[in-house]
């Protein structure tokens, strides 16, 4: 399966993408291939929670889930709590007008992936990219988990949803498939 989606920043400040696709493993949090986004000094995708001490209840029923991070479920299954769950970034360039990098996070999944390429092309200073690449050894459904502080406002017909904090704003517009499911909820 593919999934894309096309993400434009409206703001009057910086914008910053960050990425996690890391060979070490996810004993801290199951976020290979998750992002975040910033700009204009506000968060418009998060890590969705708070942390607390490690161990407690929240601490590993929510934050060290995929949930809680901007990645993919598979058949409603995150990333395994496991030092094995690894990612890599297997290109990665950048210049003063973009950055352009693929993450790997095929491994991340034990058996319910066999590929997961996340490719991000942020265009500067407000045109952020992402095409994922899945393939599951059997038909699969997948989420694009997006987490943001306030709900977004979702237009299904478009395949589009918007997302605000204080004065800036992102406008997701997914590209393929054509028709998606939109959900929400205050995990």
Request: charge should be negative.
């Amino acid at each position: 399966g593919q999934l894309a989606a096309y993400d434009r920043f409206y703001d009057h400040g910086s914008n910053r993408i960050f990425f996690r696709s890391s060979p070490w493993g996810s004993h801290a949090h199951c976020d290979q291939n998750g992002f975040i986004l910033h700009a204009g000094g506000e968060i418009l995708a998060c890590d969705a929670g708070y942390y607390t001490y490690a161990g407690d209840t929240y601490h590993s029923q929510w934050s060290r889930t995929t949930q809680a991070h901007n990645s993919i479920l598979i058949n409603g299954q995150g990333q395994p709590k496991s030092i094995e769950s690894k990612g890599n970034v297997s290109a990665f360039f950048n210049t003063p007008d973009h950055c352009f990098f693929i993450g790997d996070a095929s491994k991340a999944y034990e058996d319910l992936l066999q590929k997961f390429d996340r490719t991000i092309l942020f265009i500067r200073p407000d045109i952020t990219i992402v095409y994922d690449e899945l393939r599951a050894p059997e038909p699969s459904n997948y989420t694009w988990v997006l987490n943001t502080f306030d709900p977004a406002e979702i237009d299904s017909a478009s395949s589009s949803m918007t997302i605000k904090q204080r004065d800036q704003w992102l406008v997701v517009q997914h590209l393929t498939p054509e028709k998606l499911d939109y959900t929400q909820n205050n995990n």
